[in-house]
């Protein structure tokens, strides 16, 4: 009997980690569909694997309407499943009010959102690489669920932006020329403040 509750008991914890540990640690509160992830190092896990930006939705899903008309005319529609599928990871970072998250996933949708630096209020969508980098963002609940996809497509269009070693090289030489510009002209001003105290104690001598 007891073994049958322990093999019932490892196959219940089986069940409820591949429920859930696709988006959430255990007792987080899950996105809109199974396909949002509401964990970043998860996300980020998967968009490393897969190569795709993760696309970071910031939302007041229980009291912000913009948010509840966007999760009703696009996130859980058909069409933006199929196109999230195929170019994005999902990543859902909430605050609701009736039921409000736990302590330790409401601290990690701070942090998260901090370090991305996402602003405009909610709801905001800020598509980014996996390493941080911003590709572009929409603010609002308004557009249609046509106008919503043409504005992440156009987003996903754009290069992410790379750094430029001949600049980063001219900026340190400039910064070298400078620093040895000002230690030299400090050099000289205080060089000449030297000759006019010497000239100064000269005139008294003379006059003396």
């Not at 255990?26 to 396909?35: H, L």
């Not at 009291?63 to 009703?72: A, D, F, H």
């Not at 030489?173 to 100064?200: D, H, I, L, N």
Request: glycine share 8%; net charge positive.
């Amino acid at each position: 009997m007891k073994k049958a509750f322990l093999t019932l008991a490892m196959m219940a914890s089986s069940l409820v980690q591949a429920a859930g540990g696709r988006f959430n640690d255990s007792g987080w509160q899950p996105g809109p569909s199974s396909a949002w992830f509401v964990n970043w190092d998860k996300a980020a896990s998967e968009a490393k694997k897969s190569g795709k930006p993760i696309f970071v939705l910031k939302t007041g899903s229980d009291w912000c309407g913009w948010c509840i008309r966007l999760r009703k005319n696009v996130l859980t529609r058909p069409e933006f499943e199929k196109f999230a599928k195929k170019n994005l990871v999902l990543l859902y970072l909430d605050s609701p009010r009736r039921d409000p998250l736990g302590e330790a996933q409401r601290r990690h949708n701070q942090q998260v959102s901090q370090r991305l630096s996402l602003g405009c209020g909610v709801p905001n969508a800020t598509v980014v690489t996996v390493d941080g980098q911003k590709l572009g963002n929409i603010c609002g609940g308004g557009l249609s669920l046509d106008d919503y996809l043409q504005k992440i497509r156009e987003i996903l269009d754009r290069k992410p932006p790379k750094t430029d070693e001949k600049a980063v090289s001219m900026q340190r030489r400039v910064g070298c020329k400078t620093s040895q510009t000002v230690v030299g002209t400090k050099r000289q001003a205080s060089g000449m403040a030297e000759r006019r105290r010497q000239a100064a104690a000269e005139r008294k001598r003379l006059s003396d």
